[in-house]
């Protein structure tokens, strides 16, 4: 077990590393001045040119002008400024060396013992980041500590040096954690990792250890069966859950793809080029509101038979259209000859969505489908749409559809701002319970 923080993420703001990294700066300019004015020495007579100068300057910072006197010649205002420097440089030293000594001395757990009003993020990933984007736009001066298992995530640094935050690299399941984050103190804990049942398991101690969180824990479920399979449990029932594929797929199906039906006068073809959770919902999700609208359903995965197993194991399976599961790699132009001959998708207009979870392959996938498929309805996922593929997706008429945002604008402002009081009851308001769509 270990627990890793650095001077960059104890809390300090960019305001204050800022003011850190100005003062030596500040204490070697006044020195300079004052020996560049006609400043001078009681013990020690120098040369005056810049390099002496700078060399002694930078010595107050070591011997703080001990075996050179005090100043005592020159101008008054410039005698002013190097007393400032005889003072300043040790105190700068001192001060650095103290902070070091801090650190290395000093356990973790001694370090956060005054942490309160916090929130706690579980996980460092997208929607980690996502999160803390829309905490630092509504509460910028929210005290976060961030967990995650992996020392190694190239992920830590870099939403390190985006948001002021503690870092603390531990188990959430382990007690040792739960006892570094203080939480009884906590403002709300997040719970998400890519691991439904690190964050079902997590939700469940955090309640025991800490029962004045109820309400105020937040846990991320990806496996939409296992979602509904455990609705009734306590931390389910007691605290806030959401699937972002679901949030997603929602959004699409509500806004661009039931309009697409309705504009149709044939009874439509829907073929999914990748099958994994973000398709599944947005299967899940036709189904529901979609009922009727489509006749045939083709699923194009590398594993296109055990996703298609899967998603009827969880979502369920409707008798209202015919389901086709197709194995194959999406870049296998054989493939989609073969799919041409049994189904004549050149001549069906075909709403064909691309889905999988690499934004580059998505697109690269669907500029081929609309070389070969100049008619069909063609949506591609990104994560995070970018200026280049809002271009390329206007020029090739292909329907770009971004989830980072759709998240971001999901997440209520509640789970970004202080609760109306620290400690809440053990019963959870009703919006509580689930993200809203």
Not at 163 to 172: A, C
Not at 326 to 346: F, I, M, P, T, Y
Request: with cysteine; hydrophobic share 45%.
């Amino acid at each position: 077990m270990s627990y890793a923080i650095s001077p960059g993420r104890l809390g300090i703001s960019r305001r204050g590393a800022w003011l850190r990294g100005l003062l030596p700066c500040l204490v070697f300019v006044a020195g300079y001045a004052g020996l560049s004015h006609g400043a001078g020495f009681s013990e020690r007579d120098i040369p005056q040119t810049p390099l002496h100068f700078s060399y002694y300057t930078l010595g107050l910072f070591v011997m703080g002008g001990m075996d050179l006197g005090t100043p005592d010649k020159g101008p008054t205002w410039a005698r002013l400024l190097l007393w400032a420097a005889f003072f300043g440089g040790p105190v700068v030293t001192a001060t650095a060396v103290l902070e070091a000594l801090w650190a290395l001395a000093l356990p973790m757990a001694f370090r956060l013992r005054r942490l309160r009003d916090h929130t706690v993020v579980v996980g460092g990933n997208r929607l980690a980041e996502l999160y803390l984007h829309q905490l630092r736009a509504r509460s910028p001066g929210a005290q976060v500590l961030l967990v995650d298992k992996n020392p190694n995530n190239p992920r830590l640094e870099a939403l390190a040096n985006k948001f002021p935050m503690t870092v603390v690299n531990g188990d959430i399941n382990s007690e040792i954690t739960l006892a570094l984050l203080r939480l009884p103190r906590a403002r709300r804990v997040l719970l998400l990792t890519n691991n439904d049942f690190t964050n079902l398991n997590a939700a469940h101690r955090i309640l025991e250890d800490a029962p004045g969180l109820a309400g105020r824990v937040v846990l991320h479920l990806s496996n939409l069966g296992l979602l509904r399979s455990v609705h009734l449990s306590r931390a389910m029932q007691t605290n806030a859950y959401f699937n972002s594929h679901e949030i997603a797929a929602r959004q699409l199906v509500r806004d661009y793809l039931l309009a697409r039906f309705e504009d149709t006068t044939r009874t439509d073809l829907v073929v999914f080029a990748g099958f994994g959770r973000f398709g599944q919902c947005v299967l899940h999700t036709l189904q529901e509101q979609a009922s009727g609208k489509f006749e045939q359903v083709l699923i194009v995965d590398r594993e296109a038979r055990s996703q298609v197993s899967a998603f009827e194991d969880r979502a369920g399976a409707a008798e209202s259209y015919a389901r086709c599961a197709v194995a194959g790699n999406l870049s296998d132009c054989e493939l989609w000859s073969r799919l041409d001959q049994q189904h004549d998708l050149k001549n069906r207009e075909p709403l064909i969505i691309v889905g999988t979870d690499d934004d580059m392959v998505n697109l690269e996938r669907a500029l081929w489908l609309r070389g070969r498929y100049p008619d069909a309805y063609i949506v591609v996922r990104q994560f995070r749409c970018s200026t280049f593929s809002e271009e390329i997706a206007h020029e090739r008429r292909l329907l770009l559809f971004g989830v980072a945002d759709l998240i971001s604008n999901a997440i209520p402002a509640r789970w970004c701002t202080k609760p109306r009081a620290l400690h809440m009851s053990a019963v959870p308001t009703p919006d509580a319970r689930e993200l809203e769509s």
